[in-house]
């Protein structure tokens, strides 16, 4: 048997990966993946074969990493933040049926949501949810009604691809969805290129988010009613604050 690790790297910078995920690719012949997230790795581990696609060709990439590994190379199919959070790994189990004498190890990383969590504060610190504005595999109908629901579930709600240059309106809808359950205050965020060279952030209003400078690079945090600005983070309370006994 040969093995695909599909790897999630982190949202960038070697600190933010998991010893695991370290060791998965030591254990490599082969590093696979889109170019931008092998170039993160790629001068971590020189040695390395390396083998890129670019984006839109997953299907390509992850029947490459498999027969790679039937030929008998183990493989690391690398991706950002977790390998299952919009990643490869379901992608690869899926297509797995086809090929002879080769596992799958799923290797956990830190998604956006939670590492875009602690550079504003502690966002998710509540119920949460986690929505793509991507309707390239999701219909667009979809994404809306996910969105409303959580809107109206008063969930915190963090938002992955939130802007190309081809869809600027997805953010604008998702904001209006929005402030039709939440006041113009409520407390929101963005984070860009987190753990990378470049990383900004700032906290704004849901009035002021349509406005910000987002882009596919940002993850976007929209708070709950119950989200607050604490000595300038950005906090959802649990809810000890209402046991007050607790803290005596
Ligand atoms: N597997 C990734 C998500 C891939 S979808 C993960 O678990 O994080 C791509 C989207 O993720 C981007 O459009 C952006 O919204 C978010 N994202 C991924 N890495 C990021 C980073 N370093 N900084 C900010 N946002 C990021």
Redo the contacts with the bound molecule.
Sequence with gaps: MTKVYAV?LG??GKEMMTEEAVHAIEKSDVICGYTVYVDLVTSMFPEKEIFTTPMKKEIDRCKWALETAQSGKTVAMV?????????MAGLLLQLLHSYSDVEIEVVP?????I??AAVLGAPVGHDFCVI?L?DLLTPWDLIVKRLELAAEGDFITC????RSKKRIEHLTTACNIMLKHRSEDTVCGW??????EG?EYRICTLKELDNEPI??????FIGSSQTKLVDGKMVTPRGYEKHEDMFV
């Design positions: 999630g949202p960038g991706c950002s933040g977790d390998a299952g959070v919009y990643g990383g830190i998604t956006a949501a590492s875009g793509s991507s938002l992955y691809n939130p984070v860009k290129n987190i753990g990378r990383e882009d596919m690079f940002t993850t976007v």
